[in-house]
């Protein structure tokens, strides 16, 4: 049973299930700061240029670069910080709500959803997608983890995207972060198919002629 007193980290696909005692926050993997960063970068940059070689350039292209700036800089800064600090959704204990925001020009702007604890029926967590080769090895595996709420609207959490040589890691992970969220919730935690699929796929290996 992992400690539920300190902070930890939950690696999921372009994201980070960030667990503290009465949040989760499931917020943009670190990867996701690195273009806004170069944007930002650029903008200020081309602010530079333009106040150090504004006489010695065609007019045209300070225009451009000056108007580059303008949008790069605000844009890239707000992407940054929201990479930085900012979550797709939030659960949180005190309040008793999962939020999920609406992530506007990337920023996070705005509430798409809030669901209240009592609303909530369960967790849950389904394989979605899987790719296997001719000779029935797997490429990769999709792990979905979802909200189901009482009226039957399904709200993603997050998923995880595994090689085939990672299946177990990959389910690993996605029911860390389902059994994070069903406790703070205090809803059930239910895989859907998943031992049916893997069932199946053993009794298809164990059938299939060997070449």
């Known amino acids: 049973m992992p400690d539920t007193t300190e902070r930890r980290e939950i690696d999921l696909h372009r994201r980070v299930c960030v667990v503290k005692p009465d949040v989760i926050d499931i917020r943009p993997a670190r990867s996701a700061a690195i273009a806004p960063a170069i944007g930002f970068v650029l903008g200020v940059a081309f602010f530079i240029v333009v106040a150090l070689y504004q006489g010695q350039m065609p007019f045209t292209l300070a225009l451009v670069l000056m108007g580059g700036a303008i949008l790069l800089v605000p844009f890239a800064g707000m ?3 929201y990479s930085v600090y900012g979550a797709n959704v939030v659960i949180n204990k005190e309040k ?3 939020l999920w925001q609406q992530g506007l020009f990337g920023m996070g702007v705005g509430t798409e959803e809030l669901v209240p604890f009592e609303k909530i029926e369960q967790i849950e967590i ?3 997608g899987d ?3 001719e000779a029935g090895v ?3 595996a999709e792990y979905e983890v ?4 009482k009226s039957g609207k399904k709200l993603q959490i997050g998923q995880v995207n595994v090689r085939g040589d990672m299946l177990d890691d990959g389910l690993r992970r996605a029911r860390q972060a389902g059994e994070a969220v069903s406790r703070m919730v205090e809803r059930p935690l239910k895989e859907i198919g998943i031992e049916e ?3 199946y796929r053993k009794r298809e290996q164990t059938e299939s002629p060997v070449a």
């Open 197 to 199: 699929r893997r069932r």
């Open 146 to 149: 979802r909200l189901l709420k």
């Open 138 to 140: 797997r490429d990769f």
């Open 96 to 98: 008793r709500t999962a």
């Open 131 to 133: 790719s296997a080769d």
């Open 126 to 128: 389904e394989e979605i």
């Open 79 to 81: 992407g940054f910080v």
